[in-house]
C-alpha cells in the first residue's frame, strides 16, 4: 500500500526532531536528577536540591515522564526501572558514563557535521588530537569516554569470553584496553592467562583502578603509551584489538597490525573487533550510522568493511582464521593466525 504524503513527511520530522529526546537524557544525566528520584519526589523539591528554576524543572520532568525515563504519580516524580537501573550514580550497573560521552562527541563534532563535511575533517580536529585521551582534553571528557567504554563492553566482554578459545594462551595483549574490561573478562575466564593492557597514560590510570577494584593487579599488568609510536612489548600469544582501527587512517590501521604481527609469538593469534561495513559500505546501518560518527569526531577515522581488515591482515602475513559473529550485534571479531 502506498505510503501516504503525510505520513512520509511525519517520519521526517520525528527524524529531526530525534535530537530532542537525546538532549533530555544528556540533560538528566549531566545534572544527576535521577540521583534524587529513586523516592517519589515533586518537582520543586528536586529543583530546590539541584539550585534549578522550579517552573522549568515542572516541564523539564514532565518531559522525561513522556520519554518513559520517570514514572509520575500525582504530583510526584519517580525513577522508571530503566533509569533506576542504569543511571543512579553509584550503583553497581551505573551507565552514565556512555550518555555524557555521546553529549561530548556533539560539542566535539556533531553539531557542526555540515562544514566537517564541505571540509574533509572536524574543525577543532588537529589530525594528532581527536576525541581520544591525550593531555589536550579535559578529565571529566577523558574520564567519560573511558568508562563509556566500559559501560559498552561490560554486556559484550562475557560473550567475546564465550566465542574465543584462549585455553592455550599464556601470554595476552589488550591493544588500546581502555578500562581493561575485557582483559578482566578474558583473565577471569581462563585461570592460566596472563594480560597486558596498553593505553595512553591517562587511560591507562582508569584501567588501574579497574584491575585494582577487582584484585587483579598480580594477572594484569599496564603499559602506557602510543601504540602508533612506541614499542608494544613482545612475546603475546594473543593480541585483542577492539574498537580501535575505525579511529584511524588505512595507514595507520596497517601499521598498528603489522606492529601487532611482530609482537605477537609465532603461532600466536590476531583478534580484531571492530563495526564493520558490508562490501556495499550501506550497511548494517550501526556500523554506517558509526562511519559519520568517526567522521564528525575524528580526523581520520572511518567505519571499514571486514574484507578490506582481513585483507591488511592477510597482507601483514596472517592466516585467516575465522569472523565470529555474536550478540546478533553490529560488531564481530576476525581472528587471524601467525604462522
Ligand atoms: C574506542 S576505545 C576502545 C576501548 C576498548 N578496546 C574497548 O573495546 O572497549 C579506543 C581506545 O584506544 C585508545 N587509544 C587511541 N589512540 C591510542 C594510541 N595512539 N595509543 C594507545 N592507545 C590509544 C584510547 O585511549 C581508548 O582507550
Redesign the pocket.
Known amino acids: 500500500m502506498p505510503v501516504s504524503p503525510s505520513a512520509d513527511f511525519q517520519e521526517l520530522l520525528a527524524m529531526a526532531r530525534g535530537f530532542q529526546a537525546a538532549k533530555m537524557l544528556m540533560a538528566a544525566v549531566d545534572l544527576a536528577v535521577f540521583d534524587y528520584l529513586e523516592e517519589p519526589r515533586r518537582a520543586a523539591e528536586v529543583a530546590g536540591r539541584l539550585q534549578a528554576d522550579g517552573r522549568a524543572m515542572v516541564i523539564f520532568l514532565n518531559g522525561l515522564a513522556a520519554l518513559g525515563l520517570l514514572v509520575k504519580e500525582g504530583d510526584n516524580f519517580r525513577n522508571s526501572d530503566i533509569a533506576s537501573r542504569y543511571l543512579v550514580q553509584g550503583r553497581e550497573d551505573y551507565r552514565g558514563a556512555i550518555i555524557k560521552h555521546m553529549e561530548h562527541t556533539w560539542d566535539r563534532g556533531w553539531n557542526d557535521l555540515q562544514n566537517t563535511v564541505l571540509r574533509g575533517r572536524p574543525g577543532d580536529a588537529d589530525p594528532e588530537k581527536w576525541l ?2 591525550r593531555p589536550e582534553r579535559d578529565e571529566k571528557e577523558v574520564r567519560a569516554f ?1 568508562c563509556g ?1 566500559d559501560a ?2 561490560r554486556d559484550l566482554a562475557p560473550q567475546v569470553t564465550a566465542a574465543l578459545d584462549l585455553k592455550n594462551v599464556s601470554r595476552l595483549l ?1 591493544l ?4 581493561a ?2 582483559a578482566i573478562a578474558f583473565v577471569r575466564a581462563y585461570p592460566q592467562l596472563r594480560a597486558t593492557v ?3 597514560p591517562r ?1 591507562i590510570t582508569i584501567a588501574q583502578e579497574q584491575i585494582a577494584k577487582q584484585g587483579l593487579e598480580d594477572r594484569i599488568q599496564t603499559l602506557a ?4 609510536e612506541d614499542d608494544i612489548g613482545q612475546g603475546y600469544d594473543f593480541i585483542w584489538v ?3 582501527l575505525h ?1 584511524h587512517d588505512e595507514k595507520q590501521c596497517r601499521l598498528i597490525i603489522h606492529k601487532c604481527v611482530q609482537a605477537l609469538n609465532a603461532g600466536g593469534t590476531l583478534a580484531i ?1 571492530d563495526f564493520y561495513l558490508h562490501p556495499d559500505g550501506a550497511s548494517p546501518p550501526g556500523p554506517a550510522m558509526f562511519g559519520v560518527h568517526m567522521l564528525a569526531v575524528t580526523p581520520r577515522g572511518r567505519a571499514y568493511t571486514w574484507g578490506e581488515v582481513a585483507a591488511w591482515m592477510g597482507e601483514a602475513g596472517l592466516t585467516p582464521a575465522a569472523h565470529i559473529r555474536y550478540n546478533d550485534g553490529e560488531a564481530s571479531i576476525l581472528v587471524a593466525s601467525k604462522k
Open positions: 581520544d585521551a573511558i567504554m559498552i563492553a589488550d588500546g584496553g581502555g578500562p574490561t575485557y596498553f593505553d595512553l587511560p603509551g602510543n601504540f602508533l577492539s574498537q580501535i579511529s573487533q
